[in-house]
């Protein structure tokens, strides 16, 4: 993706319950022009608790369903970004699923985290509602999970995702959409039990306005105009609707019990017939929780956010995976909090980079794989903050389990905490469950960059700056130079750093030699 005028994108939201298409031209001053949105209805996850598999029926509707909107976002000319979300993210089998993406729709689907997903769908709803300069409240309930957020500008302020969705609910609670009256008040002391905590974590953080952007609250707002004038516009955006009006809605909805029953009520689309009474028990637990008055609905949601964010992004091909400053601050944030060693973080991080650099004509990555290494460096200690003697592998827990890591996909953490858990004793091999479930490529990238990661912590190894800069040479050996800081002895570095050359060499396919810099001769240097 790029952000040149007249440019034409497209983005898919793979849901729990439907696939969103949208198509947009970058407008002169940024925005985007929407000239198509299509929508599948797949219910692609289903459980009661984790949605833990994709059966293969759900699989294959995925797949024609992706293969459809492929095909439409290609009749604009125009590229294709795919995220899916939980019913992705939980899934044991979701390799099953993205590897036929890929081969069959032809679209890699990148599978990102509750906090990303709330960012994206934050960064759509500033576009959508005239709102940059308030404090907001954002919903959005999908069909596994409900993501909430408050946030100001672009800028999320805090992120919180839920597993509770109105599929999820639905299957738990309502099976084949019947809903009893016993049934109806266990989902909302269920409901309750888990936004209690949520609320809490967020009171802190006051709101200016509320603000819905999924399809069960837009729906929810169309049946409240349908009971107010008997009719609802299409374009939803920027249509309010309050809480008594929402206790109307969720009275007509409980007043008939199955799915049939509802179909007759006003501005319901009959394919949430069966979920909606999880969909309204839902946001009234939100409303609860937070004391809402009133809630507007955006237009804009993650689809939206998501082609947002790549074209602001600027640039093309790696460059769209340049460290962004949200991402940047949002790794520096954990740093801080969790590593008392900062100095040696960043020589360490520093270090690390210049390697990298210095070997691109050897490894040929990018700066996608570079901003990986970046925010593992800035990372792998964090584990200290559990454990010292185990730290790398606290260190992969810390970031892979983090829900503060904004801008990051879900692959994207799990290749920077193999990093991070491979900077130090074992060599990643296949008897490591994580590290057996990645592709040939991302197993690549994780001995590329944790191998370089080893020997820029063994450089810093006495914590006093020994070692100032180093540079590279691929022979028949790969001799890696290193400059000394005036007056330091590197010897132990120097040592260190050999000893912890092996997984280097098994990434590159060359012997490792670390050596101190030859000396500038005594009048040498710069003409002038």
Known sequence: MNGAAGEVHAAIDVGTNSFHLVVARVSPSGGLEILCRDKE????????????????DAIDRGIEALRGLVKTAASYGADVRAVATSAVREAENRLDFLDRAAAEAGVQVEVISGTEEARLIHLGV????????????????????????????????????????????????????AAGDAAVEECRAYVRSFLTPVGHDLAPFRYELAVGSSGTIATIAQMAEYLRDGRAGRWLNNVSFSRAQLAEVTGAVLAAPTPEARRAIGGLDERRADVIVAGVLLLEGVFECFDIPSITVSG???????????????????????????????VLRIAEDYDEERPHVQRVTDLALQLF?????????????????????????????????????????????????????????????????????????????????LNTADRARVQLLAGILRIAIALDRTRGGAVSGVRAEAGEALVISCRTAPGADAAVELYTANQRSELLAAATGLAVRVVAESPVPAGAGSEG
């Open 41 to 56: 209805v797949v219910r692609l996850g289903s459980g009661s608790g984790d949605m833990r598999h994709l059966t293969p």
């Open 126 to 177: 500033v576009q959508a509602l005239s709102v940059f300069d308030r404090q907001i409240l954002v919903t959005d309930i999908g069909g596994g999970s409900t993501e909430l957020l408050v946030g100001r500008g672009t800028r999320p302020v805090a992120v919180r995702s839920v597993k509770l969705g109105h599929v999820r609910l639905t299957d738990r609670f309502f099976p084949g959409g």
């Open 300 to 330: 804009y949601a993650l689809r939206e956010g998501v082609l947002l964010d790549g074209v602001h992004a600027g640039g093309n091909g790696d460059a769209f995976w340049h460290l962004s400053d949200i991402r940047r601050e949002s």
């Open 357 to 437: 650099d210095a070997l691109v004509d050897l490894h040929r990555f990018g700066l996608y794989e570079r901003d990986l290494l970046e925010a593992a460096g800035m990372l792998h200690n964090v584990g200290r903050f559990i454990s010292r003697g185990a730290h790398h592998k606290h260190s992969y827990y810390v970031i892979r389990s983090s829900d503060r890591l904004l801008g990051f996909t879900e692959r994207e953490v799990e290749l920077m905490a193999l990093v991070a858990r491979y900077q130090r004793k074992a060599l990643p091999r296949t008897g490591h469950a994580e590290f057996a479930a």
